[in-house]
């Protein structure tokens, strides 16, 4: 298979599968002839006699460090022991043995937000934050002897992992695992304990540069520069922005409000500005022109409770993919706003109340913004309001992802043709039956909530089904009509793909990959309840009961979704494709959805040609939206050979053919593979001449319906339908592994790949191929694929998170 040159420079590699004495030898620590405890209770003296006279710079020095070496796990509400690195903010807060993600808890913690919930370290501390630097006097030997950050590096230092191979089993690498959290007085019976667990945790050691930067750095006490600052080209902008926020008048406070409402978890970027430069629309108790003193409410529509302003605040930390969702800030979007919200003539003479019911639904709070006003101002920027709940407050997206397929397409229905946009009076009759979980609070019974919902979405599917039915009907072509086609600007955000992996998502624009076994076609009130139901309305500190309630909450609106693209379909297939789609989850809810199977019963779209719609449907969504898409998907779907991309050269050619055989494998054979896998084809010049693709492992479901399932539990899987998507760039905020192939190997990875029918097979392309968490070129690899996010979204962009990475 391999020819005798790939042979010679990687088949040495398959020495690892066969001499396991490496793994003992490369984790030996020289100071095996004293206690662990005694090794921790000295310090890097050298580092310390060498320190240099000038503070080392946070901002030059050390933040680069900690940004691709420790901010990789540290930066999201799942940052183990919630120590974020991701800013002086973080770092000064330190750690907390309470875990945030706990979908089990029966009472609410109280919510640790950085930068919103405490203002000052002394109040992180009576929130039972402990410290990870010295807080006591500021001298060198003392800054690392009372420090738990440098004694975490210290240990690793102590005792480097394995060079090769997997590690030990005693890892333990678990997204669930168990957090130790060791303070200054328990650190040393935790380095008893876990001599191998230092940090960077499961990682290759920092080089030897790395380590003296931050140890130095910490023996200097950690000084940090001056505060990062918004740029001047910024400040003018920031003051328009916040005069029109601010302007007092009842039409101006209510449109701001429901602004803020949905653009608040958002990162604001100003056209024009820096690439990494972010801010976030917050509720201060100061007007401009003061420092932002930030009002913390657990929602965004909670009662603040004191006299507020909407402020524009520069966000200080390190951007991190899995929380970053931008949002673009112009005078182009300033004048959008005035044509959607100000313009139009309509009166508020009263801003609505706090009080829960009323401020937890959009369909009462905001009833005096024309609906169409709304649903553009979504449909401007769909993809951001999609992301909101695949990232949004939630790191780990299990409550809502779980109830979503690993692959499908999303439309939206235009407004100039949904009949609803023009019977504002409908939605606001319907507006108690649109009332999502978070509005009831903790005021119902768990167990009657199902009856609850149900009832409350009959009556509301009913009513939209008798819409519904007043429809003519259509062909295919001019029922596709019907789908916001991207307006006159030809919008990316109308054709859009969700890539779920297991508990995290990613959205790309286009049709990506095969053609999906379902897909959504999401209307106004479908859209506005996603996001107050998984953005708005979704408190990650919250109980048990709250996680549950959202999680059934979503079946409904996945199932609306769902309904409203099957509509398209002939009425002769509707039911086989539906019952086909969830094996376990539709049993039941059939018959206690009745009145939403009114939409299996009147076909709307005629002139099918064939037995099989839902792929012609498709074909026919390609055709409509292919002004929007701008490149087609010429790895997973090219019918006829060769298919090449605009403007590739013959590398690029070379290497999507290759990468295109992957796409064939289906069913067990893929159980080996990693949910996301990204390579990197190296061409043997600048680094940044190489390519970036991601290998992406659809798995397939017979039940979805337990927010606690095991993501291989075979209850619940249905591993026969299992597929991959290929794309040329880096999909996802957690990759799980890296691979990297000559340019000249690719046809040779890619035959391997495919051809893979155990795990054995597979350990024997990471050998070959694939950078494990001992691999000395890890932190090079992983330097790689940072570089080249950056580089396909400079602004979009952010550090991808490791903590998924895998153990293989």
């Keep these: 298979m391999f020819n005798s040159d790939t042979f010679r420079t990687r088949g040495f590699l398959v020495l690892i599968l066969l001499i396991p004495a490496l793994f003992i030898l490369a984790s030996c620590s020289s100071n095996q002839g004293s206690s662990i405890t005694e090794q921790q209770a000295t310090v890097d003296m050298d580092l310390l006699e060498t320190l240099p006279v000038k503070d080392i710079s946070y901002n030059n020095q050390v933040r680069p460090v900690l940004e691709r070496r420790c901010v990789v796990c540290h930066g999201c509400y799942d940052a183990p022991c919630q120590l974020k690195l991701s800013s002086p903010a973080g770092i000064h807060r330190g750690a907390s043995k309470e875990t945030v993600y706990d979908g089990a808890r029966f009472k609410a913690m109280a919510p640790t937000r950085l930068y919103i919930d405490a203002k000052s370290t002394k109040e992180w501390r009576e929130k039972n934050f402990h410290s990870v630097l010295n807080e006591s006097d500021n001298i060198g030997q003392n800054n690392l002897e009372q420090s738990v950050m440098y004694r975490m ?55 030897d540069k790395e380590y003296r930067v931050l140890v130095q750095w910490m023996a200097q006490g950690a000084p940090i520069d001056d505060v990062k600052k918004s740029s001047a080209r910024v400040e003018e902008q920031i003051r328009r922005w916040e005069t029109f926020l601010n302007n007092p008048d009842n039409k101006h406070q209510l449109v701001s409000r429901y602004l803020y409402e949905h653009l608040f978890i958002g990162h604001m970027h100003f056209k024009g500005s820096d690439n990494r430069e972010f801010y976030r629309l917050v509720r201060s108790t100061t007007p401009a022109g003061q420092s932002v003193d930030e009002v913390a409410t657990v929602r965004p529509y909670d009662d603040p409770e004191v006299e507020f302003y909407y402020r524009l605040q520069l966000y200080p930390g390190d951007i991190v993919a899995k929380a970053h969702l931008v949002y673009e800030l112009s005078d182009a979007r300033l004048d959008r706003y005035q044509e959607l919200f100000i313009k139009p003539d309509y009166e508020v003479a009263s801003l609505p109340s706090w009080e829960p019911l009323v401020a937890a639904n959009p369909f009462k709070a905001f009833k005096d913004i024309p609906p169409r006003s709304r649903y553009e101002f979504l449909l401007d920027d769909a993809r951001y309001f999609i992301e909101g709940f695949i990232k949004g407050p939630v790191c780990r997206g299990m409550i809502a992802l779980n109830v979503i397929e690993d692959h499908f397409w999303v439309t939206f229905l235009d407004p100039d043709k949904d009949s609803m946009m023009s019977q504002p009076e409908f939605l606001e009759e319907m507006a108690d039956y649109l009332q999502v979980p978070s509005a009831q609070g903790g005021n119902i019974s768990l167990f009657s909530e199902w009856t609850d919902y149900r009832e409350r979405e009959e009556v509301y599917a009913t009513g939209r089904f008798e819409l519904y039915m007043s429809m003519g009907q259509y062909t295919i072509d001019d029922a596709l009509g019907l789908l916001w086609g991207g ?66 909450y979503m079946d409904f609106l996945r199932i609306e979704a769902e309904d409203m693209y099957l509509s398209f379909l002939p009425t002769s297939h509707r039911q086989a494709i539906r019952d086909g789609w969830y094996e376990g989850m ?73 990468l295109r055989k992957i796409t064939t494998i289906t069913g067990l054979r893929l159980a080996a593979f990693p949910d996301v896998a990204v390579v990197r084809v190296l061409r043997g010049g600048d680094p940044s001449d190489d390519f970036a693709y991601s290998i992406i492992r659809n798995k397939a479901y017979k039940n979805v319906t337990s927010i606690f399932q095991n993501e291989e539990d075979s209850e619940y899987r249905d591993f026969s339908h299992d597929s991959v998507t290929v794309v040329d760039w880096i999909e996802g905020a957690y990759p799980n592994f890296f691979f990297t192939v000559d340019i000249d190997d690719v046809d040779d990875f890619s035959e391997q790949y495919s051809q893979l029918k155990s795990r054995k097979d597979y350990e024997l392309l990471v050998a070959m191929y694939g950078i494990r968490r001992t691999n000395q070129k890890f932190w090079e690899t992983a330097d790689w694929f940072q570089d080249e996010y950056l580089r396909e979204k400079p602004i979009q962009a952010g550090l991808l998170d490791l903590n998924r990475y895998q153990n293989r």
């Design 153 to 207: 590096l210290r240990l690793k230092q102590l005792h480097p992992q394995a060079r090769v191979g997997m590690l030990p089993d005693t890892i333990d690498l678990s997204l669930g695992r168990a957090e130790s959290c060791p303070t200054l007085d328990t650190f040393n019976e935790y380095a008893e304990k876990y001599p191998n667990q230092g940090m960077p945790f499961a990682m290759p050691n920092l080089s």
């Design 487 to 552: 307006g006159e600007n030809n919008n990316p955000s109308a054709a859009l793909t969700i890539f779920r992996h297991f508990d995290s998502a990613s959205v790309s624009y286009g049709f990506v990959g095969a053609y999906p076994e379902t897909a959504w076609v999401i209307d106004y009130p479908l859209l506005e309840r996603i996001h107050y139901l998984l953005v708005a309305g979704f408190n990650v500190f919250d109980n048990l009961k709250h996680q549950f309630n959202t999680r059934l």
């Design 586 to 658: 539709r049993k039941g809810m059939d018959t206690t959805l009745n009145d939403t199977n009114h939409w299996m019963s009147k076909d709307v779209v005629t002139g099918y040609q064939s037995n099989d719609p839902q792929r012609e449907l498709f074909q026919h969504m390609e055709r409509r939206f292919a002004r929007v898409i701008k490149r087609d998907d010429v790895i997973n779907r090219c019918e006829k050979p060769p298919c090449h991309a605009k403007g590739a050269d013959i590398d690029k050619h070379r290497a999507d053919a290759a």
